[in-house]
């Protein structure tokens, strides 16, 4: 039949004004044709019902911000030593030393969390010399959060780095740059040079396991319908997802920001009609956008701030690399082309001289919206960098999840001054700013944090990593954190008016859970599950 009827004696619309007695969905041609009270289910004839019974349904999650490829090839390739799975440095070496053979290509590659050396129980890194007790016969790497890698003395000399390397004066997530100790010796540690770094690939079949298995796994299963998916590859990202979609083997809508110079140059994200034919429906898979870093991240200490880092003698405030130049060619050529531009940019003086930038640059009527990814975490200055946001017309897209995963470390990175300056949601709510809420998985990133419910536990809590209280006044309700990880989430990526709420005429992706979110202590927040997931109305996932 044409039309399905879900009923549940709990629907969340989340459209900001919950009605008493609503008891149904109601599902035409993968548009959600109306939303019923009790009342009405009896006269709704001729529709295939599924009924629910007690448990919720609501909108499907948006996760306008992921390394979904990446952290897919990462669960399937690398070996895991993130805390607290891993607690100490010893827990770290016997795990790699158990997975040697998993070594390929001459490479064991591990990852650990952000901050790593605040997470586990040592307070450090791994050393290079204690990674060479693991094997001086294969490179041994561990990415800890994307920013940062220890190498051995193997990987490093695969790598091309000795004594007198020079990091190369380019970016792509940030300006690379090497460790020394006092004598001048290489540590082994490496900052924003995971491009640079000769990793072993995954063969095509390998990689398309890996992608389709991880979305399935750590996105669909968990509730996210539309992925904002940042590329990282074009042929085991862009075609290994169209390749899936179109095949029926993926259910989730992408929408793909080309990473630029990471992946793509910025003139072939511009002109990619040419060369990206795409056998999905538009609905599903898209490129929507670019995406560009301004900066580096916080555990590299490349994140660009207006203080000096805390930790590094008074000296180092991180890098902007993009100029001004940069920054306006960014915004103008995705303007004209009808893309969205999604800046990284973490630090402070990052977001200033971005939107400094962008405030000179003239907007495209009804363009796509211009985004800040971060903007929100780390607020020092909250008036002037609200100001800055406002003045150039950008969208702040936060991770809450960050509380979780990095919060309480900040202040020995940056200085005791960030502890209370961190993810200021409750007074940006109440100014007004549509918030998101979004993983940024990568390597190395928390264990289950593609789950929506890590991200609003950690908006409605504020607990950090070892459970300490951040800021408790800068809390929302859970009935805003679920509005920041549907609608916010829609209203980042600029499909606000397609999904993201029950509601007549938008796209039927809807999921079912277990329980009530709203009924839910939050310390149990996190062990909510996806029931189902319908995806147009389809079923897509069941658990």
């Given at each position: 039949m044409a039309r399905t009827l879900l009923r549940s004696e709990h629907v969340l619309t989340l459209t900001g004004d919950e009605s008493d007695g609503l008891a149904g969905v109601l599902i035409r041609d993968g548009l959600i044709e109306a939303v019923l009270r009790g009342a009405e289910l009896d006269s709704v004839t001729d529709v295939r019902v599924v009924d629910l019974g007690a448990r919720t349904l609501m909108p499907g999650f948006v996760d306008p911000h992921a390394h979904a490829e990446v952290a897919a090839k990462a669960d399937y390739a690398m070996v895991d030593v993130r805390?607290?799975?891993?607690?100490?440095?010893?827990?770290?070496?016997?795990?790699?030393?158990?997975?040697?053979?998993?070594?390929?290509?001459?490479?064991?590659?591990?990852?650990?969390?952000?901050?790593?050396?605040?997470?586990?129980?040592?307070?450090?890194?791994?050393?290079?010399?204690?990674?060479?007790?693991?094997?001086?016969?294969?490179?041994?790497?561990?990415?800890?959060?994307?920013?940062?890698?220890?190498?051995?003395?193997?990987?490093?000399?695969?790598?091309?780095?000795?004594?007198?390397?020079?990091?190369?004066?380019?970016?792509?997530?940030?300006?690379?740059?090497?460790?020394?100790?006092?004598?001048?010796?290489?540590?082994?540690?490496?900052?924003?040079?995971?491009?640079?770094?000769?990793?072993?690939?995954?063969?095509?079949?390998q990689a398309r396991e890996a992608v389709e298995t991880g979305i399935r796994d750590l996105f669909t299963a968990r509730g996210v319908?539309?992925?904002?998916?940042?590329?990282?590859?074009?042929?085991?990202?862009?075609?290994?997802?169209?390749?899936?979609?179109?095949?029926?083997?993926?259910?989730?809508?992408?929408?793909?920001?080309?990473?630029?110079?990471?992946?793509?140059?910025?003139?072939?994200?511009?002109?990619?009609?040419?060369?990206?034919?795409?056998?999905?429906?538009?609905?599903?898979?898209?490129?929507?956008?670019?995406?560009?870093?301004?900066?580096?991240?916080?555990?590299?200490?490349?994140?660009?701030?207006?203080?000096?880092?805390?930790?590094?003698?008074?000296?180092?405030?991180?890098?902007?690399?993009?100029?001004?130049?940069?920054?306006?060619?960014?915004?103008?050529?995705?303007?004209?082309?009808?893309?969205?531009?999604?800046?990284?940019?973490?630090?402070?003086?990052?977001?200033?001289?971005?939107?400094?930038?962008?405030?000179?640059?003239?907007?495209?009527?009804?363009?796509?919206?211009?985004?800040?990814?971060?903007?929100?975490?780390?607020?020092?200055?909250?008036?002037?960098?609200?100001?800055?946001?406002?003045?150039?017309?950008?969208?702040?897209?936060?991770?809450?999840?960050?509380?979780?995963?990095?919060?309480?470390?900040?202040?020995?990175?940056?200085?005791?001054?960030?502890?209370?300056?961190?993810?200021?949601?409750r007074r940006m709510l109440d100014d007004g700013w549509a918030i998101s809420g979004s993983s940024d998985v990568w390597v190395g990133s928390e264990i289950g944090q593609t789950n929506p419910f890590l991200s609003i536990a950690s908006a409605v809590a504020r607990r950090t990593f070892h459970q300490r209280p951040l800021n408790a006044d800068q809390g929302v309700t859970v009935y805003e954190a679920l509005r920041m990880h549907t609608h916010g989430g829609a209203y980042a990526i600029g499909e606000e008016h397609t999904r993201g709420t029950l509601e007549p005429g938008k796209l039927a992706d809807v999921i079912v859970l277990d329980r009530d979110p709203l009924s839910t202590p939050v310390e149990e927040l996190t062990d909510i599950r996806v029931d189902e997931v319908f995806l147009g109305g389809e079923s897509v996932f069941r658990r």
């Open positions: 805390a607290p799975g891993c607690g100490s440095v010893a827990e770290v070496l016997d795990t790699l030393r158990a997975h040697l053979g998993d070594a390929r290509d001459g490479w064991l590659v591990a990852q650990g969390n952000l901050f790593f050396d605040q997470k586990l129980a040592d307070g450090r890194f791994p050393t290079r010399d204690e990674l060479d007790t693991v094997s001086t016969d294969l490179a041994v790497a561990i990415r800890a959060g994307g920013h940062l890698s220890i190498l051995n003395s193997k990987a490093l000399e695969l790598a091309g780095i000795d004594d007198s390397y020079r990091a190369v004066d380019y970016s792509v997530t940030g300006k690379p740059s090497v460790q020394r100790d006092e004598s001048g010796r290489l540590t082994g540690i490496v900052t924003e040079m995971d491009k640079l770094l000769p990793f072993p690939t995954l063969s095509p079949q319908t539309t992925i904002g998916e940042i590329s990282e590859t074009l042929d085991e990202g862009l075609r290994t997802f169209d390749d899936a979609i179109a095949g029926g083997r993926m259910s989730a809508r992408i929408h793909l920001y080309l990473w630029t110079p990471g992946t793509v140059t910025l003139e072939q994200a511009c002109d990619h009609t040419a060369w990206a034919s795409l056998r999905s429906d538009a609905q599903m898979l898209r490129i929507a956008g670019v995406k560009a870093f301004a900066d580096g991240g916080y555990s590299a200490a490349r994140a660009a701030l207006t203080q000096p880092y805390a930790h590094d003698g008074g000296h180092n405030c991180g890098e902007v690399a993009l100029s001004t130049e940069q920054i306006v060619e960014l915004a103008t050529r995705t303007q004209a082309a009808g893309l969205q531009l999604a800046v990284h940019a973490n630090g402070d003086r990052a977001q200033l001289e971005v939107c400094e930038a962008l405030a000179s640059v003239v907007r495209a009527p009804h363009g796509p919206r211009i985004r800040i990814e971060h903007a929100g975490n780390f607020v020092p200055d909250y008036p002037k960098l609200a100001g800055a946001w406002e003045n150039a017309d950008i969208v702040p897209v936060p991770q809450p999840v960050f509380i979780y995963n990095f919060a309480e470390f900040l202040p020995s990175y940056v200085g005791e001054y960030s502890r209370d300056r961190q993810f200021p949601l």
